[in-house]
């Protein structure tokens, strides 16, 4: 699993936009992924995640109804439609992949396997 993530930028509060993670490598579909962020002076936060059938996710309290996390295994991408953005959401987010058993414990960036790089969203006010 090789991710890399892309998408972030610069936005004004009230703006979306959409993150994507691509894995080159070719058991993708066997895992589940997650996005989490991490602000200057804060420890990695989870955001959302999901299963490796797309079927179950799970969020973050602070971002529930406003980002949507989804996965084409075919094309080897999970995705992160971030909308209605505010400034408490500017971080450098990052993907992770784990086993399916991470489900158990997705809140823990320490039970993912593997990490991109990581993207940086700044939402101004």
């Known amino acids: 699993v090789q991710l890399q993530a892309s998408g972030g930028g610069l936005v004004q509060a ?23 962020r991490q602000a200057p002076g804060n420890k990695r936060a989870f955001v959302a995640c999901i299963s490796w059938s797309g079927g179950t996710t799970y ?12 996965r084409d295994n075919a094309k ?12 408490e959401d500017t971080a450098v987010y990052y993907c992770a992949a784990g086993p ?4 158990s414990y997705f809140r823990d960036p320490e039970e993912y396997e593997y990490w991109g790089q990581g ?5 101004s006010s």
């Open 76 to 87: 080897n991408t999970v995705y992160l439609r971030m909308n209605s953005l505010k400034p």
């Open 100 to 103: 399916p058993a991470v489900l």
């Open 59 to 70: 969020y973050a309290d602070s971002v529930k109804g406003r980002f949507k996390i989804s």
């Open 14 to 36: 009230g703006e979306s936009l959409r993150l994507s993670c691509v894995d080159s490598g070719r058991a993708f579909s066997e895992y589940t992924l997650a996005w989490f």
């Open 119 to 123: 993207t940086l969203v700044t939402v």
